[in-house]
């Protein structure tokens, strides 16, 4: 098995944005929804995700709200905001032409030695 | 609420609001993470377990998944938890801002008759204002710009022979150097005397404004040049005194800034002269009778050169020609150094003979140079602060009808749930974004206001170069603004925060006749309003009546259909005066034979531009005897003068070439009058000075310096007798004097001599302009201030009484349907609106009698209590009064009666 890959340094945040544009969670189903969708190859630590959550909400990306789970536990849930939805859209073509850019050189041919 | 809160729904940003309230405080931040960490782990425990971990091994695996410590994760969720709440605080806040500007700009845009009506009134006071008190501020009470110039005095001599026309006179030069030596309560005093001086080199030669100084005046003032060094003590004495120090202004202009400038040398008055070095800006001399009457320095000192007093100049015990500035010891009095100066004076008061007292005169240099420029301004900021008061009164009445006519809408807003805070909040806001647009285009309006002020101020205004919108007068502008603004605010604020729903909601559409108090409100503000105009058009009335009063005095001169020359001589070619006389023989033919020249002469100074040389008359017999001279003006006149400038002779004859050689002189019918009041004065003898010469004509009086003033008696010498080295030609002209003709003069004086400087040359008309410059320029600005009052305060008047109808209409329906003619209606609203005018007009005029005490010396010829004026002021403000309430009166009466009665 492949060691899971550790998050890029900002990238968890439009990760997580990304999370919450499927609707409203809870920092728990944030965390399951990444590992699932990245089967495992992204290690998230669970406190770098709570922080990612509070700056996200400080910036005003998301908005917070204290619900009620199907089993009837407390939980704070995470949601998009207007800004939020913006921000993501903007991010992502950023990260995709960046990542796009970096493949590019890096499937440059290696001189012969 | 912002659309990005969850739940949307009315209430909820009310809880939320509450909750974060709560929230917002450490421990309960700290709770919250806690327990949404605790969720956490337990739903991961919960899905651990599920994978077959024993309970305990999957807490402890929950933990370790927050990193190696479990408790510095803690530690630094609960500061990035801190820092959320903090920006989301600050978003908040920024949210409630932006809503209520949003919510504010929006309002303004509904109503934009009253928004519009609002900021430019506003614009208008601040930038009258702004104006207005950059002016005070640069002139009056910004500090000199020399070093403590507090401790800076003007020193004046009060000579008892000349005290009548001249309360004080420059020093005498024998005294100046004595003070120097005893005055153990002065640092040091420094003495200043006029000079021409001619530059030449390439082209034509330049006539510049110079003076001649002690070698420490500029150190005893604090200017240290900007290039260059000082004088040196060595350099003030005869022989020593080849150098110069040149001003900023003459540094640009004559030497396009070049700093080689110093130590090269430059031809001054036909000698090689050293430039040593360059002044700093604004730190000139101030110009002409700045420093004391008869100091006559040039407008604008361009060139410095050492005083350098010779022997003569330092004994001579007759003339009084040296403006003296001393500065004082740091804790020495104006007192000490005046006994201390007396003493010295007494000493020469002994040698000078019996009945002769030399006492001095020390005055700040800062009243000196402003002193008689303060008042003027002073009362244009007490006019430009009376209009700002009627402003304000415009601007709380416009926004207290404002709030009476919205009383329906945030009646509504409390009873959906809005907090008094909040309306207030609301209000105030709208207000301070009107105080706002109105001070941006206020301070636009100073900044051309400025601009267009500099142009017009009379250059006898000291200091004038100085003036310029800066930081200071911004920032007490903004201020004004912002007390503008809130005060303005507030009273509707208040009223808001205290709207009772119920009440409002039932009475606040449909008020029957509108309430006493806001009846009340509205003659109070009205009376204001008038009074102060009252105040404002009193005071311009007086200024405009003393202006024409002035205007109209008979200068003693022709003033249509003369030009005027100044020439100067360079001393080098022309070192006596049979050899200067020549040069004007030469120049007068030169002059005469220019076509449409109907007479010239040459003059040492003409009507209207001062007074220079003042000295004791008497008649012959009385010559010997000691006592009380009549002091008076002497001029030196050519032969065609009188006919020349248009003055009279009243009886005798103009001088004629054939008088050469035979003493003769020419009085002023008031100099008549006072040596021989009982006989014709025409062949007698008169002692004028040092001569003694047989009087051949009395010519008409003429205003020496200004009309306002009648001046001194005059005497007129013959020109060739001692011809000035700094002549004035004048010369009448067929048809009304222009350009055209000074350029045909200035042609005919270089034909004589193309070496000979003409430095200054104009009309006899701009002669007369220019002394009633000043009092253009006061009267200019009152007129500007009371006309934007009486626009003002009758759209104040106007808006009043439209709105107190507006929400009258129903009154004035029921009214007319129980039978009321249009005529009664009418009487009833002119009679409402025309008792608190009349009110403000008799306090008006009550408070500018009470004030006519502080124009009075700036008036001439008319008494602040001129029942002429006020009668017009009171017409005018009636008739305005009556016109501004009239039309909304005559209007409410149109509208058909079941729309009055309908009309919400």
Not at chain 2, 513 to 520: D, E, L, S, W
Not at chain 2, 709 to 733: C, D, F, K
Request: hydrophobic share 50%; aromatic share 6%; proline share 5%.
């Amino acid at each position: 098995m492949v060691s899971p890959l550790p998050v890029m340094k900002g990238t968890l945040d439009v990760l997580v944005l990304k999370a919450l544009a499927w609707g409203p969670m809870h920092g728990f189903e944030v965390g399951g929804w990444l590992e699932a969708r990245s089967q495992g190859a992204l290690a998230v630590d669970d406190s770098g995700l709570y922080q990612s959550l509070y700056r996200l909400e400080g910036r005003g990306l998301i908005a917070a709200e204290w619900g009620v789970t199907a089993n009837n536990r407390r939980a704070r849930y995470y949601r998009l905001t207007e800004r939020g939805r913006a921000d993501l859209a903007q991010e992502t073509a950023v990260w995709a032409r960046y990542a796009a850019t970096v493949t590019a050189i890096l499937a440059v041919p290696q001189p012969a030695p | 609420m912002t659309p990005d809160r969850p739940h949307v729904g009315p209430w909820a940003a009310g809880v939320r609001r509450a909750f974060r309230l709560a929230v917002r405080r450490a421990d309960w931040t700290n709770a919250e993470i806690d327990e949404e960490l605790r969720f956490h782990v337990a739903m991961r425990v919960e899905e651990l377990v599920t994978k077959g971990w024993t309970p305990d091994m999957a807490e402890i695996e929950a933990r370790r998944r927050f990193g190696p410590s479990w408790d510095t994760a803690v530690r630094h969720l609960h500061q990035s938890g801190h820092a959320r709440e903090e920006q989301l605080a600050m978003r908040e806040r920024m949210d409630d801002l932006w809503h209520d500007l949003r919510y504010g700009l929006r309002a303004l845009r509904r109503a934009p008759r009253y928004t519009a009506t609002a900021v430019l009134t506003l614009a208008l006071g601040l930038g009258a204002s702004t104006v207005v008190f950059t002016l005070v501020d640069h002139i009056v009470l910004r500090p000199l710009p020399y070093a403590t110039p507090r401790d800076l005095v003007v020193v004046r001599e009060v000579f008892s022979e000349l005290q009548q026309v001249y309360p004080t006179v420059p020093a005498n030069a024998s005294h100046f150097l004595a003070w120097q030596r005893g005055c153990s309560a002065c640092l040091g005093l420094a003495a200043i005397k006029r000079m021409t001086a001619t530059l030449s080199g390439d082209g034509d030669p330049q006539r510049l404004g110079g003076a001649r100084v002690s070698a420490n005046l500029f150190p005893l003032l604090g200017v240290r040049p900007a290039l260059g060094r000082h004088f040196l003590a060595e350099e003030d004495r005869p022989g020593g005194d080849q150098v110069a120090l040149l001003s900023d202004a003459a540094w640009r202009r004559h030497f396009g800034e070049d700093p080689s400038v110093v130590g090269r040398s430059i031809m001054l008055n036909d000698r090689s002269v050293r430039v040593i070095g360059v002044l700093p800006p604004f730190a000139d001399l101030p110009g002409r009778d700045a420093l004391g009457a008869l100091v006559a320095l040039p407008a604008e000192v361009e060139v410095y050169q050492p005083l350098a007093l010779t022997e003569q100049e330092s004994r001579a015990t007759g003339s009084f020609d040296y403006a003296v500035l001393a500065r004082l010891r740091p804790g020495a009095t104006l007192q000490q150094a005046r006994t201390q100066l007396d003493v010295i004076g007494q000493q020469f008061a002994a040698r000078a003979g019996a009945g002769t007292t030399f006492r001095t005169a020390l005055v700040p240099l800062q009243s000196q140079i402003v002193g008689s420029a303060s008042r003027p301004l002073l009362l244009l900021l007490a006019a430009v602060a009376t209009l700002l008061l009627i402003v304000c009164v415009n601007l709380v009445n416009l926004s207290l009808s404002r709030s009476t006519a919205r009383a329906r809408e945030f009646a509504v807003r409390v009873a959906l749930g809005a907090s008094a805070g909040r309306l207030a909040r609301l209000a105030i806001t709208e207000s301070v974004l009107l105080a706002v647009i109105g001070g941006a285009i206020g301070l636009l309006l100073a900044h051309w206001g400025v601009r267009a002020l500099i142009a017009l101020a009379p250059s006898t205004l000291p200091r004038v170069a100085e003036v310029q919108l800066d930081a200071r007068v911004f920032a007490v502008s903004a201020l004004l603004t912002a007390v503008v603004g809130l005060l303005v605010g507030l009273l509707p604020a208040l009223r808001a925060g205290t709207t009772h729903p119920a009440g409002a909601l039932k009475a606040g559409g449909r008020t029957m006749t509108g309430t006493r108090a806001a009846g009340g409100r509205r003659s109070l503000f009205i009376a204001v309003q008038v009074a102060f105009s009252t105040l404002l058009l009193v005071g311009t009335g007086l200024f405009l009546t003393s202006f024409v009063r002035v205007l109209r005095v008979d200068p003693g001169v022709e003033t249509d259909h003369v030009v005027a020359l100044d020439v100067a001589l360079p001393r080098t070619t022309y070192p006596t005066g049979d050899e200067r006389w020549a040069f004007y023989e030469r120049a007068l033919s030169e002059v005469a034979t220019v076509p449409g020249i109907v007479a010239v002469a040459v003059t040492s100074a003409l009507p209207l531009e001062g007074e220079t040389w003042v000295d004791g008359i008497a008649r012959a017999e009385d010559a010997a005897a000691s006592g009380e001279r009549p002091s008076a003006n002497f001029r030196f006149v050519s032969a065609d003068y009188f006919d020349a400038v248009g003055t009279p002779m009243q009886s005798g004859r103009a001088f004629a070439l054939a008088d050469r050689g035979r003493p003769t002189v020419i009085v002023s019918a008031r100099t008549a009058a006072t040596l021989w009041p009982d006989r014709n004065a025409v062949g007698q003898l008169m002692a004028a000075g040092s001569r003694t010469a047989e009087v051949i004509g009395v010519a008409g009086d003429v205003r020496t310096s200004t009309l306002e003033e009648t001046g001194s008696l005059v005497v007129y010498l013959p020109a060739w007798e001692a011809a000035p080295a700094q002549g004035i030609v004048v010369a009448r002209t067929a048809s009304v004097a222009n350009g055209a003709a000074i350029t045909e003069v200035r042609a005919a004086l270089r034909r004589a001599d193309p070496t000979v400087a003409v430095p200054k040359a104009r009309t006899m008309a701009h002669v007369v302009s220019a002394t009633v410059a000043a009092r253009r320029f006061q009267l200019t600005l009152l007129a500007l201030f009371a006309m934007l009052a009486l626009i003002t305060a009758s759209v104040g008047i106007y808006g009043i009484i439209a709105g107190s109808l507006a929400t009258r209409r129903n009154e004035i329906g029921v009214r007319m349907a129980l039978g009321a003619q249009r005529g009664h209606i009418h009487r009833l609203v002119l009679r409402e609106g025309l008792t608190p005018v009349a009110i403000g007009l008799a306090a008006g005029i009550g408070a500018s009698l009470a004030a006519g005490r502080v124009v009075a010396s700036l008036l001439y010829a008319v008494a602040p209590t001129d029942p002429r004026t006020l009668a017009s002021v009171v017409i005018l403000l009636g008739v305005v009064g009556a016109v501004a309430c009239g039309i909304p009166a005559w209007r409410a009466t149109r509208t058909e009666l079941p729309l009055l009665l309908r009309a919400d």
